[in-house]
């Protein structure tokens, strides 16, 4: 009011009033004298009041009575034109505010009586409004009076008046509220004690208010008093009054005031002593009413209800809750129970719209929701309001479906107009649905025939009521249809949106306070620890009440909700709403999930999924689990049993897909519709958005969407995505282009939400992994018995969860391997294809995986992530097996270097192949072998090399593929190489292994077990790999066994120096005589079947065409092989304790090869036999080593560098083999073995021979074809070894041993011989030649006689013995010797020197003349130089010559040979010429008595033969054999 104070305005003020006192006495000059005398008087008292005061105004103010005295006289002349003036100029007066209380009093007196008088009514009302907003002069009475006169006004007969006055009312009622608000800001500063209100009937003891309130109370109390029909208390003189309008004015002052009622205790005693009776008790018709009944009960009509009273009471009623709920709490029960009733189905319909209007107001204040909850639903014997309210929301969308809008009696009106536009075009405009094309479709909701439409009626969130606010109305409106629905609608999607997003921001506020405390509390100081507690404590309290209200909201709205949207989903033609719908459900969903209520929870969810798929698909999940709690009890709301409905299958949506059910046995195809599709994508994200809260529902979730993605037909792609499949896959799925372009969409936000498991917490992710687990085991139920295709959504799904969550791969690798080893394991093979693809792919990532800590600190976890690669080992399924080795194959490609401790897993994986399991599996397992073999030997630890020697030995043994077997020898001896190479550091690290191994066992109390225990851990490493070629010797096939057998001696050869010495002795008992042992048996009792070829075209040798020749073959190389080292090595050998046990197992071997039936064994053994004697190769003196004295067994010794095949540089080893030798030189005792042992080795040689000898020359007892014969070669080899052997035993050689010899040579020289060899050892006739074996008996002897010769006396007694053995093959001249029963043809003829062919026979005896011929050269060389030697002399060797000659001498002619005779002629005249003179010498010794007679019986044999000369003879032939015969006779004279 500034402007009214400054000088010009109060100047201008002065000069108004004056000029308007002027104009007042030129009017009433004529008239009215007195009035122009007030109003001159007027203007003096104005100049006088302006001159006297500074402050003007004031004075003024003073002194208004009298300045307004002439105005008011000018009204009372009731002229209109004076009355204007008047009017206006008072209301000057009045905005200038120097008008006083009492010109006040009388101004309204004045306007009074102008109203009485039906005078200026706007220009009155205009005034009072002036009169009262300006000041506040007005009080009481005075203001009562103005007030009644603006009511009074507003019932005259002029609508304009009656307008104005209304809206005059209206602010009037404002001002005089305001002004107490004003005046409770004035003295808010002075506290007052408030005095409790007495609840007497005196409604005027308001003594204790201030001048507003009081006004303010009196004007509200009759306002009450007035709508009630009572008469007013305070507004004296009202006349009449409208209800409509009563209740207009105590819904502003109710909605604009709030304060004033919770403020003061009278005015809240008003509300509850007043007001909400009063809106009972109008409420009453409403409540009684029922339409359709008859109204003839009710006596009176105003007992129908009446729609403005109606209207304004719910107005009224939801300012009061609204505004005064914590004061009303039991009023507002009744309230609500009253709104909700009036929803229904037999209420008028704008009854019902208004109501659903008014609960939506509530809707969307979910704070107040809250507070009916906590007030009504959470005390024991209360009204469950707010679960009334949703469920009563629920019930009236129904009851919209399932009751037609048809006009009944009582409200034709109201629905009349609605036929039209209503269900009687319904199936015209659901048809159109169908198309789908260019009719342009109205939203809405259609269900089993009833078309409701859809309305845009407000913002969401916000509640704009129509019907609410249709003040101007008497008659009902009509409602158009679908606009309730449309109403409830949002009723449900407000609450939701409302409940949800309250209850979230508390949680979220409660979940960072308890961050902040526990951070506080973690690290808080002394002090405030306690208060730390405290206020942790209060927190906890705080959040339990909380938590208590949000369960119990939920709780108490979930059923309701559930039923109306799950309806109005299924019916829902409009995406919009379809699409609000969802978001209702998913929110609901996840907030259950956040509050841990399940069944709730599940049901949304479940709802949802249900959405998904096409109507009655049977899928189990869904209707087992919660969805029978749900859909099979109808939840009972107000009395009305309300079902669940579910999908109706007619609901008319676009079919946008078409695919085949998944199941057992899928019956035709199933419709998918963009519903169906929605729902999905809703379903996904839900999945995505809130999985930490999904729990066990992941389980519905997944179902469903494994049943979507087949029906879609998805299939997984690598990584576990799923794209979509080949047309060929389900020749029944039909996609529209539509669905096409949106399946990338689909399955890429399928792959999003198994990535977003990554943010999920442990015990979450724990709940996806086993609802995709028994996803899957269902999927494998359904696979089992047929070769369909299976379900492998969850297996990819499993693939592509764990890929994702890699980070804290530990805590979820045991149930998801676990579950994918048992995928491989299916018999369907795309599953189990799968399921390897699946683990594989998760193991290689594992191991690529940059962990923290890295893998190669963490070797638990290594092994943990290799640990299902092993177990995939025991799967048979050959193509699991080939997926599980390419897996190990692209793991030592990536990752061999780092593999450390799982090395014994990985090759465990190559090892465990099965010779059954094929050949590419065998294959691919042995190119894995080969890389580690070529590439990884130095970076595993070296404890893992004896696996790598037991794999690639087993590889060895697999019979599938002879060059795999052949090439793994090979890597063995790579492997060896590699051994010897890397030996030191290699047998560093194993020692130091053993030591903790050993450690450990002794804690544990248990012995180190481990093979060839005794032995340093690097010769273990040895022995494992001889003990494995040992078993690759034997193996079934030759070309393996030979192959292993060459390895194993070359590598015993090459390496054997770096093994202990103690260690020799397992390599030659366990090692060398174990593999002897068992070829010895297979060769004895290998089959003589005769094989027709090798396997594909490749002809067999004769020499191996039964399995018996290939084992001899073998036997041979083995035999050969085990003497070499015997030989090469006895300088290591000899010194190990049992040497002379071994030499004899050597011995028994060799004698048993060597009298096998086979030529090539037999003769080899005898090869071997001389190597072991050393007479094969004698060493020459430099090569032996100087540090041993010499022993008499020559000792080979290698010294320097030794180089293995194939090693470039020569190793050198600490423990260097001079070393060892010069250790066993001088540290220790000599190794030089005493004499007698050495001797006893040689002896043990010579019974071998001995035996070897009488066993194979023993002529058979029975002959056939089969019989077995020595060969010539073999025989020669064996009398070849007599004479070195001999020079190491001849010092204990006696008589028996020559006994022993004698037969041998005699027993060898008769072993005829095969026809088929013949013509190669057979000298024709004409050469007198030796056979090679005739030679070495001669030889034999020749030692013999030599070593006799400069023998001991005690040996020459030996010579008689000699002559006999030697005269013995002398007789073969004339008489071949005889080999057993064998029937052998002799070579006819030898004059024609032509040779038969001999068919019949199979052997042949041989030529024996030049051997007979030779030994008789020996025996008569021998007699020279021995004639006079006592034995000879004793042992009557002269007549035994004699005797023996007499043979051949008498047969002449008849002998087989001329040449024997004449031989024969001239030995005995030598053997004579020296024999003589000795026997003449020794005549008294009676010792040649005997030979005289002898002598002369071979004269007369000889001069008068029987035999007759040949006819061929020549004259010159016969002259020499009588020039002969003259000589004999010449002898005998001498």
């Not at 809206?167 to 800001?185: I, L, N, P, S």
């Not at 129970?337 to 008028?348: E, H, N, R």
Request: net charge negative; aromatic share 6%.
């Amino acid at each position: 009011m500034s402007g009214t104070n400054s000088p010009e305005a109060v100047k201008k003020l002065l000069e108004n009033m004056q000029s308007d006192l002027r104009a007042l006495s030129l009017e009433c000059k004529k008239k009215f004298p007195p009035v122009k005398e007030a109003a001159e008087s007027g203007i003096i008292k104005v100049k006088t009041i302006a001159a006297r005061n500074t402050e003007i105004l004031a004075a003024l103010r003073e002194h208004s009575s009298e300045v307004v005295q002439p105005f008011l006289m000018g009204c009372g002349t009731k002229e209109p034109k004076i009355t204007q003036l008047c009017l206006a100029a008072i209301q000057r007066l009045m905005s200038h505010e120097v008008v006083s209380e009492t010109a006040a009093g009388n101004i309204i007196n004045m306007l009074w009586q102008l109203m009485e008088n039906s005078l200026e009514e706007l220009k009155l009302l205009q005034t009072v409004l002036v009169l009262l907003t300006t000041n506040t002069v007005v009080h009481d009475e005075a203001l009562s009076k103005a007030i009644v006169l603006c009511f009074r006004l507003h019932f005259t007969k002029d609508n304009i008046t009656n307008n104005t006055a209304a809206a005059t009312v209206r602010q009037v009622v404002t001002v005089v509220f305001e002004r107490m608000v004003a005046e409770d800001e004035r003295h808010r500063d002075t506290i007052e004690q408030p005095v409790l209100v007495q609840g007497n009937s005196n409604r005027r003891s308001v003594s204790t208010l201030k001048p507003c309130a009081k006004d303010a109370y009196m004007l509200f109390q009759d306002l009450c008093q007035l709508v009630n029909a009572d008469a007013p208390y305070w507004l004296v003189g009202m006349t009449e009054m409208t209800r409509t309008f009563g209740l207009e004015l105590l819904e502003s002052v109710l909605n604009d005031f709030p304060q004033v009622f919770l403020q003061h205790q009278e005015f809240s005693f008003l509300l509850k002593e007043r007001v909400c009776p009063l809106v009972i008790k109008l409420f009453s018709p409403n409540i009684k009413f029922r339409q359709g009944s008859s109204t003839s009960s009710s006596p009176a009509p105003v007992e129908k209800p009446y729609f403005p009273i109606c209207m304004r009471l719910l107005r009224v009623v939801s300012v009061l809750i609204k505004q005064f709920y914590s004061l009303l709490v039991t009023e507002c029960e009744i309230f609500l129970s009253l709104l909700v009733k009036f929803l229904d189905a037999d209420k008028p319909q704008w009854l019902r719209a208004v109501a659903v209007e008014s609960i939506h107001r509530l809707c969307v204040q979910p704070q107040l929701l809250r507070s009916f909850c906590q007030s009504y639903d959470m005390k024991q014997h209360s009204t469950k309001v707010f679960r009334d309210i949703v469920n009563a929301l629920g019930s009236f969308i129904q009851s919209l479906f399932l009751v037609p809008p048809t006009g009944n009696p009582a409200t034709t009106n109201q629905t009349g107009n609605n036929n039209s536009g209503g269900p009687v075009s319904t199936p015209a405009s659901s048809g159109m649905l169908g198309i789908g094309g260019g009719v342009t479709l109205l939203p809405a909701f259609e269900y089993r025939g009833t078309w409701i439409p859809i309305l845009t009626i407000t913002v969401q969130g916000s509640a704009k009521a129509t019907y609410l606010e249709m003040l101007d109305k008497v008659e009902p409106p009509t409602i158009p249809e679908g606009y309730a629905m449309s109403v409830a609608f949002h009723c449900l999607l407000d609450l939701v949106r409302g409940i949800t997003s309250m209850i979230e921001g508390e949680l979220g506020e409660v979940e960072t306070e308890c961050q902040t405390t526990t951070e506080a509390a973690s690290s808080p100081t002394q002090s405030s620890e306690q208060q730390e507690l405290q206020s942790t404590s209060d927190q906890m309290d705080k959040e339990i009440v909380s938590r208590a209200v949000w369960e119990e909201m939920v709780n108490a709205c979930w059923c309701g909700l559930l039923a109306a949207l799950s309806l109005l989903l299924d019916a829902s033609t409009d995406e919009a709403a379809t699409e609000n719908i969802l978001k209702a459900e998913l929110t609901m969903a996840a907030l259950c999930g956040r509050l841990g209520l399940v069944t709730s929870r599940d049901a949304f969810i479940t709802a949802i999924c249900k959405g998904s798929l096409p109507p009655h698909y049977a899928l189990t999940v869904l209707n087992t689990t919660t969805a029978a709690t749900l859909s099979n009890k109808s939840y009972s709301i107000q009395g009305q049993s309300v079902m669940m409905i579910s999908p109706s299958s007619e609901s008319h949506q676009q079919v946008v897909a078409v695919g085949q059910p998944l199941a057992v046995q899928p019956q035709g195809t199933v419709m998918l519709t963009s519903k169906n599709i929605q729902c999905m994508r809703t379903l996904l994200n839900l999945a995505h958005c809130h999985g930490a809260v999904l729990g066990t529902s992941w389980q519905l979730v997944l179902a469903t969407l494994q049943h979507l993605v087949w029906i879609l037909g998805l299939k997984p792609s690598s990584g576990g995505a799923l794209k979509p499949g080949r047309a060929v896959e389900g020749p029944s799925t039909v996609l529209t282009t539509a669905v096409m372009t949106d399946l990338p969409v689909i399955s890429n936000i399928l792959s999003r939400l198994f990535e977003s498991s990554q943010y999920l917490d442990d015990v979450s992710l724990h709940h996806l992994i086993n609802a995709l687990c028994s996803l899957s085991l269902e999927a494998m139920d359904m696979a089992y018995g047929n070769n369909k295709e299976p379900s492998l959504f969850a297996v990819a799904k499993l693939l592509e969860t764990g890929l994702v969550n890699m980070h804290r791969i530990e805590i979820l690798w045991r149930p998801l391997t676990g579950h994918l080893l048992e995928v491989c394991q299916h018999p369907n093979s795309r599953m189990r294809e799968w399921g390897a693809e699946a683990l594989t792919s998760l193991i290689k990532a594992g191991l690529t995986f940059n962990h923290d800590p890295p893998l190669s600190q963490n070797q638990r976890l290594q092994l943990l992530l290799l640990n299902p690669l092993k177990e995939m080992s025991s799967i048979n399924h050959p193509d699991i097996r080939l997926k599980q080795l390419e897996c190990v194959l692209q793991i030592l490609q990536s990752q061999g270097d780092s593999l450390g401790p799982g090395w014994p897993l990985v090759l465990g994986v190559m090892g465990a192949i099965r010779n059954d399991q094929g050949e590419s599996l065998i294959r691919t397992a042995f190119q894995c072998l080969q890389l580690v073999v070529t590439d990884f030997l130095p970076t595993m630890p070296c404890t893992c090399l004896q696996i790598v020697v037991d794999v690639a030995g087993s590889f060895g043994l697999h019979n599938q593929e002879l060059n795999i077997s052949l090439t793994s020898i090979g890597l063995l001896w790579n492997i060896s190489d590699y051994f010897f190479q890397r030996g030191e550091i290699i047998e560093k690290e194993l020692n130091k292994e053993e030591a903790a191994q050993q450690k450990q066992a002794e804690e544990k109390g248990v012995v180190l077990n481990r093979p060839f225990h005794p032995a340093p851990p690097f010769d273990c490493l040895w022995l494992c790999l001889y003990a494995k070629l040992g078993e690759l010797c034997v193996d079934p096939r030759p070309a393996v066994r030979k192959s292993a057998g060459q390895t194993l001696f070359s590598t015993i050869g090459a390496h054997g120096t770096l093994l202990q010495h103690s260690t020799w002795h397992t390599v030659i008992w366990k090692v060398l005589f174990h593999l002897l042992d068992r070829v010895r048996e297979s060769s004895t009792t290998a089959d003589k079947e005769k094989i027709e070829s090798g396997g594909g075209n490749i002809l067999i040798h004769h020499s191996r065409d039964t399995a018996e020749k290939q084992w001899a073959e073998t036997w041979v190389l083995t035999l050969a092989g085990v003497a070499r080292i015997f030989n090469t090595r006895r300088y290591l050998l000899q010194p190990l304790g049992d040497f002379s046990r071994a030499w004899d197992v050597l011995l028994d071997h060799i004698q048993s090869a060597a009298l096998s039936k086979n030529n090539e064994v037999s003769l080899a053994a005898l090869k071997s036999f001389q190597e072991i004697l050393q007479i094969v190769s004698p060493v020459r003196d430099s090569d032996k080593p100087e540090t041993l004295p010499v022993v008499n067994v020559p000792v080979p010794v290698l010294i320097g560098s030794i180089s293995g095949p194939g090693l470039s540089r020569p190793f050198v080893r600490t423990d260097s083999i001079g070393e060892r030798l010069g250790r066993y030189s001088s540290s220790e005792p000599p190794v030089v073995t005493d004499e007698l042992e050495d001797l006893n080795l040689w002896w043990a040689a010579w019974n071998t021979w001995y035996r070897i000898g009488s066993e194979s020359t023993k002529p058979p007892i029975t002959f056939d074809k089969l019989t077995f014969i020595p060969s010539q070669p073999f025989l020669t080899a064996l009398i070849q070894i007599f004479p070195p052997l001999y020079q190491h035993i001849k010092t204990g050689f006696n008589m028996d041993d020559l006994q022993k010899l004698g037969v041998i040579l005699h027993s060898a020289v008769s072993v005829p011989i095969s026809s088929d060899a013949s013509p190669f050892i057979l000298p024709s006739y004409t050469e007198a030649v030796l056979t090679s074996l005739q030679e070495a008996v001669l030889t034999a002897l020749d030692v013999l006689q030599k070593a006799i010769c400069v023998g001991p006396e005690n040996m020459q007694i030996m010579y008689p013995a000699i002559f006999d053995q030697l005269l013995a093959f002398v007789e073969f001249s004339c008489k071949p010797p005889q080999y057993g029963q064998l029937e052998t043809k002799h070579i006819a003829n030898a004059k024609y020197n032509q040779i038969q062919l001999f068919a019949p026979a199979e052997w042949v005896a041989l030529n024996y003349v030049p051997f007979a011929e030779r030994s008789l050269e020996v025996v008569v060389d021998l007699y020279q130089k021995t004639a006079c030697h006592k034995a000879v002399v004793n042992e009557k060797v002269l007549q035994n010559i004699i005797k023996t000659l007499r043979v051949p001498l008498s047969l002449k002619y008849s002998c087989p040979s001329e040449s024997t005779w004449k031989l024969a002629v001239s030995s005995l005249l030598k053997v004579l010429s020296i024999g003589l003179p000795v026997a003449r010498q020794h005549a008294s010794s009676g010792k040649f008595d005997s030979m005289w007679p002898e002598l002369a019986n071979t004269f007369e044999d000889f001069l008068f033969t029987k035999s007759i000369p040949p006819d061929n003879l020549s004259i010159q032939e016969f002259q020499r054999n009588e020039s002969i015969d003259v000589e004999k006779q010449r002898l005998i004279f001498v």
